[in-house]
Structures are given as C-alpha cells and as structure tokens.
C-alpha cells in the first residue's frame, strides 16, 4: 500500500511540477530556518527539535497538525504533502527506543511515503508570537503583560476589569470549542490571569507566585484541585490538544509566506 502511495504521489508531484503553480524549499533550509526562528539551542528539551524523520529532498506542501498521528500521517499523504510539523512528535525521553508495534507503524508510514517529520515541542510553546501561549493569549484577549517559570513558559495578563470563573470558563469553550474544567475559589473575581498551554498543570505553584488570580492550562491532575482549592485561585483544565492548536498553525502560516510553499492544518481531535 505504501509503494502504491509513493508512485501515485510521485505521479502527482511531477504534474504539479510541470504546471509550475506554488514554491517550493529544500527540507534543509526549511528546517534550518525553522531552527534558528525558534531558536532551538536556547532548549533543553524532552525529544529531539526540529527534522526528526526525513523524506524527500524538496517541499512544496507543507501539513500541520498538533500530533504525529497514524490519522494524521495518512490526512497528510492523502493530501500529497511533503512534510508534516507537529508539536508532539517522536523519541520522547525514557521512552523505549526499539522501533516495534506502533512506533515501527507510525514510521512505516513516513517513511513509506517519503514524508518528513518536522517537530517542535518547548520553542514552539514560548515563541513570543508564533508559540502555543502567544496564540492563545491573541485567541483569548488576553494582552502578555510578563512571563515567568522555567524557559518563560508561564504567561500574564491584567484584564481590563474584573471577570468571573464561569465568564472566562464560558469564554474559553466558546474560544477552543472544548468547555473547560474549573476548580478552585470559584468565586474569585479574577483581575489577574496566568497561563500555559498543554500539560502544565504542575506550573500552578508558579502561577499563584506570580499573584494570578486564576491559572489556564491544558490538563489537571488529581492534586491540582486541592492546591487550587487551598491556595484560593481558579484552575481552568481548558484542554490539553484544545490549547496547543494554535502554535503549530502560526508556524506552518509563517513558513508558508517565507518561502511560497503550500500550507494545510490537520485537526484529529483529542477530548485530553
């Protein structure tokens, strides 16, 4: 089925090549520019950043989607693609590295279709306008005031007035699609809020340090409703996969008008 895959894409690519519509970049300097846009040394990270799986030479349509899915790999060969960056990609830390069971299927699959596999993890959270808690932030309203934790991860904003836990809970489900999970002093007027994006859940000491009044972020675990409750903030679990889907649309968009080349957002949604 791969081969099958490969030659009718091949066959497409070359007739695309012919019209001469759209651009196109090699998978170098697009990774490389990538790299260095979001300055991928400054990180210590939990997997590697930037190509992680390569395929051919040239790019002309580029895939996002916010995870290397099996269903995302295939929306992206179908759709002809000739890369595909994700936020959430391959060779975790402490993971077992053997390419076996759905590891081997998943590269299988890139590699079947000669589809490479861009990723960024942390530069893509903290990028200050591309990153997954900028574009939260511009969804939301919220105007960065500061940033603070570990690589500035956490976000600030002063609201212009006072709002309440089922008013922002309201206006995160309208936002993200997804209503949200809110513990803590529900009935605190929030002045202050603070926010990161994805599984930060663990980041609430540094939001209540920071004197928010009411942290979003994307996951919760069971002991952030006691902190929550006891050091008297909100918490907001908004959605792990809901707040992460607007960084890796803001880079494909932005790597799209740098260098010409075609760009499509994929969503496999995930309720986490």
Same mark, same amino acid.
């Given at each position: 089925?791969?081969?099958?895959?490969?030659?009718?894409?091949?066959?497409?690519?070359?007739?695309?090549? #012919?019209?001469?519509?759209?651009?196109?970049?090699? @998978?170098?300097?697009?990774?490389?520019?990538?790299?260095?846009?979001?300055?991928?040394?400054?990180?210590?990270?939990? &997997?590697?950043?930037?190509?992680?799986? +390569? %395929?051919?030479?040239?790019?002309?349509?580029?895939?996002?989607?916010?995870? *290397?899915?099996?269903?995302?790999?295939?929306? $992206?060969?179908?759709?002809?693609?000739?890369?595909?960056?994700?936020?959430?990609?391959? !060779?975790?830390?402490?993971?077992?590295? #053997? =390419?076996?069971?759905?590891?081997?299927?998943? @590269? $299988?699959?890139?590699?079947?279709?000669?589809?490479? @596999?861009?990723?960024?993890?942390?530069?893509?959270?903290?990028?200050?306008?591309?990153?997954?808690?900028?574009?939260?932030?511009?969804?939301?309203?919220?105007?960065?005031?500061?940033?603070?934790?570990?690589?500035?991860?956490? &976000?600030? $904003?002063?609201?212009?007035?006072? #709002?309440?836990?089922?008013?922002?809970?309201?206006?995160? $489900? *309208?936002?993200?699609?997804?209503?949200?999970?809110?513990?803590?002093?529900?009935?605190?007027? =929030?002045? #202050?809020?603070?926010? &990161?994006?994805?599984?930060?859940?663990?980041?609430?000491?540094?939001?209540?340090?920071?004197?928010?009044?009411? !942290?979003?972020?994307?996951? =919760?675990?069971?002991?952030?409703?006691?902190?929550?409750? +006891? *050091?008297? =903030?909100?918490? !907001?679990?908004?959605?792990?996969?809901?707040?992460?889907?607007?960084?890796?649309?803001?880079?494909? +968009?932005?790597?799209?008008?740098?260098? %010409?080349?075609?760009?499509? !957002?994929?969503?496999?949604?995930?309720?986490?």
């Amino acid at each position: 089925m791969d081969r099958k895959v490969g030659t009718t894409r091949g066959r497409t690519k070359a007739a695309r090549r #012919r019209s001469g519509n759209g651009g196109e970049v090699s @998978l170098q300097n697009l990774a490389n520019y990538a790299d260095a846009l979001l300055d991928v040394p400054r990180f210590s990270d939990y &997997c590697p950043n930037g190509l992680q799986v +390569e %395929g051919r030479p040239r790019v002309r349509r580029l895939v996002s989607a916010v995870t *290397a899915s099996v269903a995302v790999i295939d929306q $992206a060969l179908a759709a002809e693609a000739d890369a595909l960056l994700v936020h959430h990609g391959y !060779f975790w830390r402490g993971e077992d590295p #053997r =390419i076996v069971g759905i590891r081997r299927h998943r @590269l $299988a699959r890139l590699i079947g279709g000669d589809l490479s @596999l861009i990723a960024y993890h942390l530069p893509l959270d903290v990028h200050p306008t591309l990153g997954n808690n900028a574009r939260l932030g511009a969804l939301m309203g919220w105007k960065i005031a500061g940033r603070s934790g570990p690589t500035d991860l956490i &976000c600030h $904003a002063d609201l212009p007035r006072p #709002r309440t836990a089922p008013g922002i809970g309201a206006l995160l $489900a *309208a936002r993200l699609g997804r209503a949200p999970l809110v513990v803590g002093a529900l009935e605190r007027p =929030i002045r #202050r809020i603070a926010w &990161c994006t994805g599984a930060a859940q663990d980041m609430l000491d540094a939001a209540i340090a920071a004197g928010a009044d009411a !942290f979003v972020s994307g996951e =919760i675990a069971e002991r952030t409703t006691h902190l929550a409750r +006891e *050091a008297g =903030i909100v918490y !907001f679990a908004a959605g792990h996969h809901a707040t992460e889907r607007g960084g890796v649309q803001a880079l494909g +968009e932005a790597l799209a008008r740098r260098f %010409g080349i075609e760009h499509r !957002f994929v969503d496999d949604d995930n309720p986490v």
